[in-house]
């Protein structure tokens, strides 16, 4: 079964917006972390922002956050006043365990986002 | 500059050659890991390892192995090529023990295999 499942292949938004993109997530273990990566076409992973399964507020970092519902193990990650420079592959992720547990990151197929002007 | 780096970025192979797809951090990270990304699929993890002498295996493991001599370097090696193992092949790493720690990725390698 997908632990990770990102519904939108692709999404577009025009410059200056909001948009959020999807990430559902599928674990019984009660600590884990969840990830937003961004792959610009340069190829590289750039690392977004962090939720913790046991952080009560929604992480934010800039002009990303994380609309963290638990309840429907949802991890949506929302960018503020979209930029051309943020047209990009975007991965949810997340890595089971307790602190010191498990190692492994599952990732999620990706969304694409295009930004435009 | 700090973090992972990874050689090749780009490989040709053909078909039944065999090839070692290097890995190395300067961070002190415990943990090092490969994955593959294919079009549609995600990144998807073929090996892993919590430290040297330790490595285990990943979703996709078949046609790879790896060994962790030493906390820095973390070796993929590719032992019969097959077409189905082109890819963009990424090594990331991390600390143990900090489960909101950011994997920090190399900027992957291109493997076509003919």
């Known amino acids: 079964a997908q632990k990770i499942t990102q519904t939108q292949p692709g999404m577009f938004v025009q410059e200056k917006e909001a948009v959020t993109l999807d990430c559902t997530y599928d674990t019984s273990d009660p600590s884990y972390g969840l990830f937003w990566y961004k792959q610009p076409s340069s190829g590289e992973m750039i690392f977004l922002i962090y939720q913790g399964s046991y952080d009560q507020q929604n992480a934010t970092e800039g002009r990303y956050s994380l609309n963290f519902q638990k309840a429907r193990k949802s991890a949506n990650l929302v960018i503020s006043a979209s930029q051309l420079g943020d047209s990009a592959m975007y991965f949810c992720?997340?890595?089971?365990?307790?602190?010191?547990?498990?190692?492994?990151?599952?990732f999620g197929k990706g969304t694409k986002l295009t930004v435009n002007p | 500059n700090a973090g992972v780096t990874q050689t090749p970025k780009f490989q040709v192979l053909k078909t039944g050659q065999s090839m070692t797809l290097q890995c190395a951090q300067d961070m002190n990270h415990e943990y090092m890991s490969w994955y593959r990304q294919d079009p549609g699929m995600g990144l998807r993890l073929i090996h892993y390892?919590?430290?040297?002498?330790?490595?285990d295996q990943g979703e996709v493991p078949n046609g790879y192995n790896v060994s962790r001599s030493t906390t820095e370097d973390f070796p993929l090696r590719l032992l019969s090529a097959a077409p189905s193992q082109t890819s963009v092949y990424f090594c990331?790493?991390?600390?143990?023990?900090?489960?909101?720690?950011?994997?920090?990725f190399g900027s992957g390698t291109r493997l076509t295999v003919v």
């Open positions: 992720a997340m890595r089971e365990g307790s602190e010191g547990g498990s190692e492994k990151l599952v």
């Open positions: 990331a790493s991390s600390y143990r023990d900090r489960s909101n720690y950011g994997y920090t």
């Open positions: 390892s919590v430290g040297a002498g330790i490595t």
